[in-house]
């Protein structure tokens, strides 16, 4: 059993910047690649970006080149850099093992808006 912990989210205008983190206890956490997800009420939950154990990377076309991941294996974190946010970037953000289908956790929302 892993839990994770999200934080960070917050009100934000557009065109500007948040760094969300992702605490994760209760099992091992180095080994598994790690996902940033988000979800938007009568929408399907969307992989934003992924990041394996050795810190390869892959993003979502939607935030390539505006949002970076990357983690701490030896603090169990997981973080994402957000830059340029844009009102669509509105959601609730949570992390979790890449796959895995529970687990989820209470997530932390972002919103965009002037």
């Known amino acids: 059993q892993v839990q994770f912990v999200e934080s960070g989210g917050d009100l934000v205008q557009p065109g500007g910047s948040l760094r969300l983190s992702c605490a994760a206890s209760?099992?091992?956490?180095?080994?598994?690649?790690m996902g940033w997800y988000r979800q938007v009420p009568g929408k399907q939950r969307e992989l934003v970006a992924l990041?394996?154990?050795?810190?390869?990377?892959n993003y979502a076309d939607s935030v390539k080149g505006r949002f970076t991941i990357s983690r701490d294996n030896a603090k169990k974190s997981v973080y994402l850099q957000m830059n340029s946010l844009e009102p669509e970037d509105t959601a609730v953000y949570y992390c979790?093992?890449?796959?895995?289908?529970?687990?989820w956790g209470q997530g932390t929302q972002v919103t965009v808006s002037s």
């Open positions: 979790n093992q890449y796959g895995r289908v529970n687990g």
């Open positions: 209760g099992s091992i956490f180095s080994v598994y690649p």
């Open positions: 990041i394996t154990r050795d810190g390869s990377t």
